[in-house]
Nanobody, 129 residues
Framework: AVTLEESGGDSVETGGSLTLSCKVS????????MAWFRQTPEKGTEGVAA???????TYDDSAKGRFTIHKDDAKKTLFLQMNSLQPNDTAVYTC???????????????????????WGQGTRVTVSS
């Protein structure tokens, strides 16, 4: 079975930066669609950014210009570089994968959590004002 393990969550001040990592087991990482979601009690689960097998990223409006999603196929690792962090970025960040036996391409469906069939445990990001 494919497993995802996040790391990199921390507490930072407003304006700070963090890079989250998601290490993926599985032989066909390069073909997966991958995404970062975040969860808060107030807003529930939100899609932050996604990337498909071709490597083209897509972002929620809240992340555009501040966050960068990228992946290293050789290391089977997904990253989320987060800059200019704000208190409303405070959340548990979880990576998700859509594992298919063929190349996966991101479409308008990516913000729907049920479209992803494999999830990590999450890593907490806290941004203080």
């Amino acid at each position: 079975a494919v497993t995802l393990e996040e790391s990199g969550g921390d507490s930072v001040e407003t304006g700070g930066s963090l890079t989250l990592s998601c290490k993926v087991s599985g032989d066909s990482f390069s073909s997966y669609c991958m995404a970062w979601f975040r969860q808060t009690p107030e807003k529930g689960t939100e899609g932050v950014a996604a990337i498909g097998s071709g490597g083209s990223p897509t972002y929620d409006d809240s992340a555009k210009g501040r966050f960068t999603i990228h992946k290293d196929d050789a290391k089977k690792t997904l990253f989320l570089q987060m800059n200019s962090l704000q208190p409303n970025d405070t959340a548990v960040y979880t990576c998700a994968a859509e594992v298919r036996p063929y190349n996966c391409y991101i479409g308008s469906w990516w913000k729907t959590p049920v479209q992803f069939n494999t999830w990590g445990q999450g890593t907490r990001v806290t941004v203080s004002s």
